[in-house]
């Protein structure tokens, strides 16, 4: 019979070896590694790691969507902190780009490479288009201005360049990192609604 206080440990552990596979994912990618590779740095058995997922493949699944389950909660803790609506969309993007700004780009490569990765990032980038979407709307309703900027316009652009960041378009024109193409977005979209807004009378 397993215990409570069983089930707590195991679930104790299985949160400290997603917080360890999610650093070295962060830092170094993740498809050259080898299971043995990760029981190494992490100290702890193969079948320890079993635990977690049954082959490297499912484990890879489980910490990348573990890695943007634990990002997207940061992020909306961070825009619960901020009143101003204007604000807010700004918040929202940079808060996403100081959750990526970690992962270096062996570590999108290797989310680009990997297909059930990939789906993994491009559900979650999709879900922050739809995400910025509801804020702009926010922003232009309690703006009360007339000819705010439209915000399904403003969210399908942000899901455009997003899917560009994640494609390594936009650093292979620009050289610059997700988390910078991020903060220069949300820069850009703020920018554009408080024109707006500002020029309606708010």
Known sequence: MVTLGT???RSAR???LLDGLVALFLAEGFR????EDWSARLQ???STLYQVAPSKE????AVVRDFFRR???AVETRIAEENDPIARIGTYLEAISAQLAPASPAFFTDLEAFEPAREIYLRNTAIAAARVQELVATANREADASASLDAAFVGAVAGTVMAAIQRGEIKS???LDDAAA???LADLIVAGVTRSTVRNGR
């Open 7 to 9: 089930t707590t440990r």
């Open 14 to 16: 299985r949160d400290e």
């Open 32 to 35: 050259i590694a080898s299971i």
């Open 44 to 46: 702890c058995s193969k």
């Open 58 to 61: 499912q484990l890879i699944v």
């Open 71 to 73: 990002a997207t909660e």
């Open 173 to 175: 024109a620009t050289s």
């Open 182 to 184: 991020y903060r220069l």
